[in-house]
């Protein structure tokens, strides 16, 4: 039914009955797949300009002139069809699979997904719009095969990587293009200090429902048209655009909460803590457990009754709301679509919130042989608060409820004021008039018009301009008042402010001509020129002599410290051509050259040219299929090529001086890189080969086989300190990525009242690093790269245990077998796991019955694993941080000797808590990641309202997370690195909501 309500909007037929009939007569048209009355169906009287629509029944009365017998019936995405007019007729429609065959956005433009030979996914934008996080990117993960989402941090609004089919790079970038409405946009972070993972994600400056469809464009034959930009894959984002037909009015309105997710961090209380204190200092220093706990409630000036669950005083559960408004339709030849947005989300945790106000005007028209438009998107948005990255700070809420702060100490004292102060008491450092402040603003403005010309005989000529601007003010401000270091200034005030502007013009001619009825040809010629503009200014300032009234901005500062102003741009120049051709709708051939040159790399090796060719065959077609009612499509595909990465810094290349670096009042300017005239394109080769298979007209299943090689790899090589630099980029270096992408849905049930849909994927990759710089590889704490291993290989000392007799850590004492140490510098390091999952993917159902509906999804990850690098300081350690409430109870004692823990002992002598498998988890998980339930009210209520649609639904994300048994965090999903710590926690959020259109 919903098909078919939105085919309604689109028809292009519009009749209107003429008085001169004699005779009246009455039908119904039906839908010949599923008997349901199709809404908005055509019927004229043959050789007659008479007719009119059928209603909301599907019915329909029209006057028969004289010596008129003859009806055409019709509607999008089914076969026309002319019957004898009788009374009380019924008319069954067949679906015309051509017409309503899907289609593949690429970006320049679009094809026939049945003639495609590329690898792509889709989803429509009604999935995005469920979820209620405020970056769509996420609603992809579980839904499409091959995209991975890295993101420790459920705080609104903040960056989280994508990989798709893969990390495909060693040192350059690894994130896809984003395109959306045909135009490249910017999707690069920034932040004043990259290592916080406090960063704003431009992607959540999309407001969800403005979105129609997003596709993710994987294989050479789908991504070498963007040539250097696609080596990490392609993300298209399709916005709604106005349809012909009566104007609508939509109004989604949605409010709830959010609130902490499932999980296992359970904190000891008071008692038990001190009770572990004290076993800490009496196995460390001997003594007395019970004098011991009288030193330590002296020492905390504990009263024996207070008991602070901290995390759970600075955890909350927060407002959720989210208002979009939109207008389309069509008038004549121009269809547009305005909308507007405003969604406020509280985080869970203290302070921290996002607000994001978007607005769009998507307008088209056409007149004669010119068509012609644009596409205007504006967002600002609002962040507050501290994400957390894995290096810890204090001043985040999190790392000081859980490091820093005691069970034994009150949020306030006796007379209302903070407690603790000097210990970074979370409450104090954000007081919302005089405690710290992380506020990140962002204005996104996006245009891009466009003209097409179109001369006939399937000859056009299209060009697209486009500028995307990210602005970005960011705000920190270290309390006068509450932080303690921010104390020792008092007070420091920093602004970071930068902008990055992306301007892209396209100019394309093609053409589309169909010959001998069975041959199909489609070429373009395109010409693309970008240019990438970025600064950044920052300043602070110290000294805030009113901070103790809350006057906090950096205009109020006593003392300026030095500025900071820096520049760059990149250009990029393209030509481009595509050609696609098929035979009988069963034979299809497809190919691609672009020849792009990059302002960044070396002068000797600035241009770079792109490739691929692809092929698809339709076997169902041939005469030994035909007429199976089995196998009712099937196609075979395969593809080939390359595509590059010019994803490096902007004068990479060049030997570049920086100026600032004074001596004794003189200016001056030092290196900081050295020139490399040979730097050039880092070149992945891509193979694809795969089937699309359909049984009984409902049941659907793609599969694919991919790898992928990134060679001349763009790699940071170490340089000797004399130079005065530290490394430079050169081409050295290759990883690959293979794997298997498998992807099923189909109708389960469909009749009259009743459509149940399922679907399920699954992604197996399997990444390795096949050259480094050097032969040696480049091993980390806990981590190694290395050839012939994943990028993202975990390489520590691994843990064997508790020894029962004396409460000691053991390890693995060699690299290989089972000998034992308790010494832990004598342990040796073993190959341990890697980051990356071995499968991933998701599944799901959708049932409508009737007005109601319902889904449920779920996305899992299996094969990886997770590294706790905060362990010790988040419940472990051995050195009076609050501890986790199962450390508490299950370590070593003599009473104890088969406890799960080592002896807790103060200052930990034995290194218990140092890097080792003992805080490597599996990241195996289930996630029942949405839940939605809807109804919409009968039309014989609304319309008495002039509504022609009405929905309440309630929808709820995040509901519960199966982790593996021994994992132990907030989350198991990871950072790009595959490392948790200090969590900011797992969000579940509710809410209800109301659809009307009217």
């Not at 012939?788 to 000392?797: A, L």
């Not at 843990?799 to 007799?805: D, F, L, Q, R, S």
């Not at 509906?853 to 009076?880: C, E, H, I, Q």
Request: with cysteine; charged share 20%.
């Amino acid at each position: 039914m919903k098909q078919r309500l939105t085919l309604f909007f689109v028809s292009l037929f519009l009749f209107v009955g003429t008085a001169l009939a004699q005779t009246k007569v009455t039908g119904t048209v039906l839908s010949q797949e599923d008997g349901q009355p199709i809404i908005g169906a055509a019927v004229k009287v043959v050789g007659t300009s008479t007719g009119m629509l059928t209603d909301v029944n599907g019915r329909f009365t029209v006057a028969m002139p004289e010596g008129k017998d003859q009806l055409e019936v019709s509607y999008l995405g089914y076969q026309s069809k002319t019957v004898k007019a009788k009374a009380n007729m019924r008319v069954f429609l067949k679906t015309d699979a051509q017409v309503v065959d899907e289609v593949v956005v690429t970006g320049y433009g679009s094809q026939r997904k049945a003639s495609f030979t590329g690898a792509a996914s889709k989803v429509d934008g009604a999935v995005v719009e469920k979820k209620s996080d405020a970056n769509f990117v996420k609603a992809l993960e579980g839904t499409i095969t091959g995209v991975q989402m890295n993101n420790s941090s459920s705080m609104p609004g903040t960056w989280g990587s994508v990989y798709v089919r893969g990390r495909a790079s060693l040192n350059s970038g690894t994130q896809p293009l984003y395109v959306i409405d045909g135009v490249p946009v910017n999707s690069d972070y920034d932040t004043m200090s990259s290592s916080s993972n406090n960063a704003t994600d431009p992607m959540a400056s999309i407001n969800p429902t403005d979105i129609e469809s997003v596709t993710v464009l994987k294989d050479a034959a789908a991504t070498a048209i963007y040539g250097a930009r696609a080596g990490n894959g392609v993300i298209v984002i399709t916005t709604k655009k106005g349809a012909k037909g009566r104007h609508n009015v939509n109004v989604d309105i949605k409010q709830g909460f959010t609130a902490m997710a499932n999980n296992n961090m359970k904190f000891a209380n008071a008692e038990q803590t001190m009770s572990l204190y004290a076993d800490g200092y009496v196995a460390r220093y001997g003594g007395t457990k019970e004098a011991r706990i009288a030193d330590l409630t002296d020492m905390y000036e504990w009263d024996g009754k207070t008991s602070t669950d901290w995390m759970d005083e600075i955890s909350r559960k927060g407002y959720y709301q989210d208002y979009n408004i939109n207008i389309s339709g069509q008038t004549g030849e121009t269809n547009y679509y305005v909308s507007a947005g405003y969604l406020d989300t509280k985080g869970i945790i203290i302070a921290s919130d996002f607000k994001r106000y978007s607005g769009r005007i998507n307008v088209d028209s056409k007149f004669k042989m010119f068509k012609f438009g644009a596409n205007l998107s504006y967002a600002h948005s609002i962040k507050n608060g501290f994400s957390q990255s894995t290096s810890g700070s204090f001043t985040n809420a999190t790392v000081g409820a859980i490091s820093s702060m005691q069970p034994f100490y009150p949020v306030y004292n006796e007379d209302g004021t903070y407690s603790n102060v000097d210990s970074y008491n979370p409450f104090a450092v954000w007081d919302k008039e005089l405690g710290d402040i992380n506020e990140d603003k962002t204005t996104t403005l996006s245009v891009s018009p466009y003209l097409q010309v179109d001369f006939g005989k399937g000859i056009y000529f299209k060009s697209t301009f486009g500028a995307n601007i990210y602005g970005l003010r960011q705000y920190q401000y270290w309390s006068a008042i509450y932080n303690p270091q921010g104390m020792d200034y008092p007070g420091l005030g920093q602004q970071y402010n930068s902008q990055t502007t992306t301007l892209t013009w396209n100019n394309i001619l093609g053409w589309n001509y169909t010959f001998g009825q069975q041959h199909n040809l489609s070429l373009m010629l395109g010409q693309e020129m970008q240019r990438k503009d970025y600064w950044y200014e920052y300043y602070s300032g110290d000294n805030f002599p009113f901070a103790s009234a809350g006057m906090r901005d950096l205009s109020t500062v006593g003392h300026w410290n030095d500025s900071e102003y820096y520049k760059k741009e990149a250009r990029l120049a393209s030509y481009f051509g595509d050609a696609h051709y098929s035979f009988a709708d069963k034979y299809y051939l497809s190919a691609s050259l672009r020849h792009d040159g990059s302002s960044v790399f070396g002068s000797n090796k600035r241009w770079g040219t792109f490739w691929s060719v692809g092929g698809k065959w339709r076997f169902t077609g041939e005469k030994f299929l035909e007429g199976n009612n089995t196998l009712t499509n099937g196609t075979f595909r395969v593809s080939y090529g390359t595509v590059g990465n010019q994803d490096i810094g902007f004068y990479a290349a060049r030997g570049f001086y920086v100026s600032g670096s004074n001596y004794h009042g003189a200016s001056g300017m030092t290196p900081e890189s050295i020139s490399n005239s040979e730097l050039t394109w880092e070149v992945s080769k891509k193979f694809d080969i795969g089937v699309d298979l359909q049984f009984f007209n409902r049941l659907n299943v793609t599969l694919d086989y991919y790898n992928e090689k990134t060679s001349d790899a763009l790699f940071k090589v170490p340089l000797s300190r004399t130079t005065g630099m530290t490394e430079t980029y050169q081409n050295i270096g290759s990883i690959r990525n293979s794997g298997i992408e498998l992807s099923i849905n189909g109708t389960i049930l469909r009749n009259k009242d009743l459509n149940w849909t399922a679907y399920a994927n699954l992604t197996w990759n399997k990444n390795k690093v096949i050259a480094l710089s050097t032969d040696k590889p480049i091993e980390g704490s806990y981590t190694i790269i290395e050839a012939g291993r994943p990028y993202r290989q975990f390489y520590m000392k691994e843990y064997a245990g508790v020894n029962p007799e004396n409460g000691k850590a053991q390890w693995y004492k060699n690299a290989e077998g089972d000998e034992l140490t308790e010494n832990y510098t004598e342990a040796a390091k073993r190959y341990v796991g890697s980051a990356d999952p071995k499968v991933f993917g998701g599944f799901g159902t959708t049932v409508t019955w009737k007005d109601f509906d319902a889904s449920m999804t779920f996305n899992y990850r299996l094969g990886g694993k997770v590294f706790d690098s905060g362990a010790r300081f988040t419940g472990f350690g051995m050195s009076f941080r609050t501890p986790l409430e199962d450390v508490a109870l299950n370590s070593w004692t003599e009473d104890n000797k088969n406890a799960k823990y080592p002896q807790y002992i103060y200052g930990d002598p034995y290194s218990s808590t140092q890097n080792s498998t003992r805080f490597l988890y599996s990241g195996n998980f289930l996630r029942l990641s949405n839940v939605s339930v809807g109804y919409t009210l009968p039309k014989s209520i609304t319309t008495k309202a002039l509504i022609e649609k009405a929905r309440i639904y309630i929808s709820c994300d995040n509901l519960h997370t199966w982790a593996a048994s021994d994992f132990v965090g907030y989350n198991p999903e990871t950072f790009e690195s595959g490392v948790i710590a200090w969590q900011y926690p797992a969000v579940s959020t509710y809410v209800a909501g109301v659809q009307i259109t009217f």
